[in-house]
C-alpha cells in the first residue's frame, strides 16, 4: 500500500562475532507468482512459506479485488481460490501496488488480455519507476492504456476483448517484462514468444509449467527463447515457497565482514538464474559452504555456511549482471571490506529500481569514507583495512539501500544511520530481529 509514513531512523554500531541461524523468509519473486498464478487457476492453491512484506500483501490484496478468494490460514500459509484463466472480475477502486515494480508490472499483464478496466497506482518511489517497457508491448497484444507523462504510474488499462499473441524481443534484460508478457499470453489464442538476449530469473517458466500451461525455452541464435501456447486452463497447485536468496545476502553480507562471525542460513533458493552474487563472493575468497544441497517447491536449495575471512576485490562481468540485479547494493558494502577493487560492469537497470541504486549506494558509501567511481553503467568500490563509517545513508524510499547501509555499520569504526528503514517491511519485515539474535547491534 502507499502510505506517507512518517520516516523511521535507524543506526547500526561496531558488532561482536555473529553466531547463529538465520530463517530468512520466503521468496519474494516466488512469492508475488503464487498469487497470481493461485488467482488465474481454478481450484485451491495452498502457498506455504509466502513472504508477508508489504509488497506480496499489496499483490494479495488486488488478486482479492479480481474476484479470487485469497485467505491467511497461518504465519506464511495461504490459501488462493481462483477464478481461471480470463476470469478476473472489473475491480471497484485503483489496485496500489505500493513499493512494488514486480507487482504492478506482473498484473499489469495479466489484465491485459481481460476485458476489465483497471487503474494502476503505486508510491513515490514506484510512480517514478518506467513503466513503457511493459505497457508498450501489452498494448501489442489489443490492449488500450493510458499512463501519465513519461509511461509512469498512474495507469489504466482497458484489456483486450480480443487479444492477438505476441512475439517480443525484450530491450532490457528483465524477468518483469518477460512475466508480463507470458501472463497476458495466457488469454491470447496461439503462441506468444519473449526473446531475451540474456536469461533472467525463470520462475514464471518454472511455476507456470506446474500450474499446467504448456511452455517451453530453448537457446538459439536469436537468445533465449521462451514461447508460451495461449488459453491454457491452469490447474491449481501447492507452492512451498523457498527462502529468498536476495534477502539471505545480508545476514551472508554481514558474516563475511564482521571478524570472527560463523552464521548458518538455511534453505535459499540455489536458482542458477538467481545465484550472481554467490559466485562472486566465492571468486573474492569468501569462505561459505553450500550443505544439504536438495530440491524444494521445484527449486534448487541449500543450507548456506559462512564464515568471516579476507576478501580480495575482483570484476563482475556484465553478463552475470541479472543473475545478482538486486544484491549489487549488498555487494559494494562486501567490496568495502575487500583487498583492492571491485567493478561492477553493465549495471544501467540499477538506475531504475526503487531508487537509482548506483547513485545512492555511492552518495552513502562516501558519506561513510569508502572512495567510489560511477559510469552511467557500472561502479567501482575501493575496499580499505578500515572502513571509517560515521555517516548518514539516505534510503529514498529503497528497502534495499536501507539494509546495506545498516549491514555496512556492523564492521565500521563509527556507527551507520539511515535516515528511514521503513521500506524494509517492503521485502523483509523480520530483518532487524533476526539481525539482532545474530549478535548485531542495530535498531
Ligand atoms: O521478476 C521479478 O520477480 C523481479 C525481477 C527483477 O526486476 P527487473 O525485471 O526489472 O530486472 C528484480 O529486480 C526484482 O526484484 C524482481
Ligand atoms: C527491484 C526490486 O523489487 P521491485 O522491482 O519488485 O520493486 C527489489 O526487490 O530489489
Known amino acids: 500500500m502507499s502510505h506517507s509514513a512518517d520516516p523511521r531512523p535507524m543506526?547500526?554500531?561496531?558488532?561482536?562475532?555473529?553466531?547463529?541461524?538465520?530463517?530468512?523468509?520466503?521468496?519474494k519473486s516466488i512469492s508475488h507468482r503464487a498469487l497470481i498464478l493461485g488467482a488465474m487457476s481454478v481450484g485451491e492453491t495452498r502457498i506455504t512459506g509466502l513472504l508477508e512484506g508489504q509488497d506480496v500483501l499489496d499483490t494479495a490484496r488486488a488478486m482479492a479485488a479480481f474476484g479470487a478468494q485469497v485467505e491467511r490460514l497461518g504465519p506464511?500459509?495461504?490459501?488462493?481460490?481462483?477464478?481461471?484463466?480470463?476470469?478476473?472480475?472489473?475491480?471497484?477502486?485503483?489496485?496500489?501496488?505500493?513499493?512494488?515494480?514486480?507487482?504492478?508490472?506482473?498484473?499489469?499483464?495479466?489484465?491485459?488480455?481481460?476485458?476489465?478496466?483497471?487503474?494502476?497506482?503505486?508510491?513515490?518511489?514506484?510512480?517514478?519507476r518506467p513503466m513503457a517497457r511493459v505497457t508498450d508491448p501489452l498494448a501489442q497484444f489489443g490492449a488500450d492504456i493510458t499512463t501519465r507523462e513519461g509511461g509512469r504510474l498512474p495507469i489504466t488499462i482497458r484489456g483486450a476483448a480480443d487479444p492477438v499473441p505476441l512475439r517480443y524481443r525484450t530491450p532490457v534484460a528483465s524477468a518483469q517484462i518477460k512475466s508480463a508478457i507470458l501472463l497476458a499470453g495466457l488469454n491470447a489464442p496461439g503462441e506468444t514468444v519473449v526473446i531475451e538476449a540474456e536469461p533472467t530469473r525463470d520462475h514464471s517458466e518454472r511455476m507456470l509449467a506446474g500450474f499446467g500451461a504448456q511452455i517451453r525455452s530453448e537457446t538459439t541464435e536469436e537468445g533465449h527463447v521462451i514461447t508460451l501456447t495461449g488459453r491454457p486452463e491452469l490447474v491449481a497447485q501447492p507452492v512451498a515457497v523457498p527462502r529468498d536468496p536476495s534477502s539471505a545476502a545480508f545476514p551472508v553480507a554481514a558474516a563475511l565482514i564482521v571478524p570472527g562471525s560463523r552464521i548458518r542460513v538455511p534453505g535459499v533458493s540455489r536458482n542458477?538464474?538467481?545465484?550472481?552474487?554467490?559466485?562472486?563472493?566465492?571468486?573474492?575468497?569468501?569462505?561459505?559452504?553450500?550443505e544439504n544441497p536438495r530440491e524444494e517447491g521445484g527449486e534448487p536449495v541449500a543450507d548456506l555456511v559462512v564464515r568471516h575471512g579476507p576478501l580480495k576485490g575482483v570484476t563482475v562481468p556484465g553478463e552475470r549482471a541479472a543473475s545478482m540485479i538486486d544484491e549489487f547494493p549488498i555487494l559494494s558494502v562486501i567490496a568495502a571490506f575487500a583487498e583492492g577493487a571491485t567493478v561492477m560492469n553493465g549495471v544501467a537497470e540499477l538506475r531504475v529500481k526503487e531508487s537509482d541504486r548506483i547513485d545512492a549506494m555511492a552518495r552513502g558509501l562516501e558519506a561513510n569514507g569508502v572512495r567510489v567511481e560511477e559510469t552511467r553503467d557500472s561502479m567501482t568500490v575501493h575496499g580499505m583495512t578500515s572502513v571509517p563509517g560515521g555517516g548518514t545513508a539516505v534510503t529514498h524510499l529503497d528497502h534495499r539501500i536501507a539494509m546495506s547501509f545498516l549491514i555496512l555499520g556492523l564492521a565500521t569504526q563509527n556507527p551507520v544511520a539511515v535516515d528511514d528503514g521503513g521500506p524494509i517491511a517492503t521485502s523483509f519485515p523480520d530483518f532487524l530481529p533476526l539481525m539482532q539474535g545474530l549478535g548485531g547491534d542495530l535498531g
Not at 547500526?12 to 523468509?25: I, N
Not at 542458477?272 to 553450500?290: C, H, N, Q
Request: aromatic content about 6%; hydrophobic content about 35%; some cysteine.
Open 272 to 290: 542458477p538464474t538467481r545465484d550472481g552474487l554467490y559466485v562472486t563472493l566465492l571468486e573474492m575468497g569468501a569462505d561459505i559452504a553450500f
Open 11 to 27: 543506526t547500526s554500531r561496531r558488532s561482536g562475532p555473529l553466531k547463529g541461524e538465520a530463517q530468512v523468509p520466503g521468496d
Open 76 to 128: 506464511g500459509e495461504w490459501s488462493v481460490h481462483g477464478v481461471g484463466v480470463g476470469g478476473f472480475a472489473e475491480p471497484e477502486g485503483v489496485i496500489d501496488c505500493g513499493n512494488s515494480g514486480t507487482g504492478v508490472r506482473l498484473i499489469m499483464g495479466a489484465v491485459a488480455t481481460t476485458p476489465i478496466a483497471v487503474t494502476f497506482t503505486g508510491d513515490a518511489s514506484l510512480s517514478r
